[in-house]
Nanobody, 121 residues
Framework: QVQLVESGGGPVQAGGSLKLSCAASGRIFVIYDMGWYRQAPGKERELVASITYGGRPNYADSVKGRFTVSRDNAKNTMYLQMNSLKPEDTAVYYC???????????????WGQGTQVTVSS
């Protein structure tokens, strides 16, 4: 069993910052790529940022230069530093992880439950 838990969301004013965390726990052998997604009301879920095991990041154009994704492999945790937040960043933010489990052995894509980010103007 694997669990991903997001934290760090909340209300913030435009121009402010938040740092999200995504902690993975359970029978994990290794985590490959990890990603942050978001879903605003009435919209489809979209990729915000992703990061490989080696730390290579990828960003959606809408967040480049404002958001920074990072991870701590020893802690099985990924972070998203969000600066210069805009009202259009308001959404539920989800993390996912492409990982290999120990027992039972296998590979799976796990998702967290999400954390709400609300940016007011």
């Amino acid at each position: 069993q694997v669990q991903l838990v997001e934290s760090g969301g909340g209300p913030v004013q435009a121009g402010g910052s938040l740092k999200l965390s995504c902690a993975a726990s359970g029978r994990i052998f290794v985590i490959y790529d990890m990603g942050w997604y978001r879903q605003a009301p009435g919209k489809e879920r979209e990729l915000v940022a992703s990061i490989t095991y080696g730390g290579r990041p990828n960003y959606a154009d809408s967040v480049k230069g404002r958001f920074t994704v990072s991870r701590d492999n020893a802690k099985n945790t990924m972070y998203l530093q969000m600066n210069s937040l805009k009202p259009e960043d308001t959404a539920v933010y989800y993390c996912n992880a492409d990982l290999r489990t120990t027992s039972p052995p296998g590979r799976t894509l796990s998702w967290g439950q999400g954390t709400q980010v609300t940016v007011s103007s």
